[in-house]
């Protein structure tokens, strides 16, 4: 079996030549393995529609998971504690009423949903990056220099 998957990748791509002699360019190339290798070329488009069809329905039925571990859950909350205790934090909601705030503005991640650890720490880092434009002088080593 692996021969024949040799074989067939290099008789559909692997030299233009041959990909020229059956059709012409890149679409020859592409019609003859589906031309020459039914079931092959079937297997290959079937896949494709899969891959593609696989894309937009994963996004259709993509279902939200809420986390339920209480070791993550408190983590997040002490992330978040973290950021909210700080001089821009306080600044921020003074400056922008809830109603007039943008997508622009820091927003504090939903830490009932469930994400991996990596992208927690993303959406925490992102956060407090955008809390730093508030901060009172607008430095982010106001601090270092007060405490």
Known sequence: ???DADGDGEAAGGSPSSGTRAGGGTGGQWKKSKK???DHGS???SRRESSSSGASSQNS???IEYETDEAVLARRQKQIDYGKNTL???TYIQQVPRHARTKEH???PQKHLKYSRRAWDGLIKVWRK???CFDPNGDSSTFDENA
């Open 43 to 45: 297997s290959l488009r």
């Open 61 to 63: 039925r993509r279902q």
């Open 130 to 132: 955008k809390l730093h």
């Open 106 to 108: 820091p927003a504090t």
């Open 88 to 90: 821009g934090y306080e």
């Open 36 to 38: 020459h290798e039914n």
């Open 1 to 3: 079996m692996d021969r």
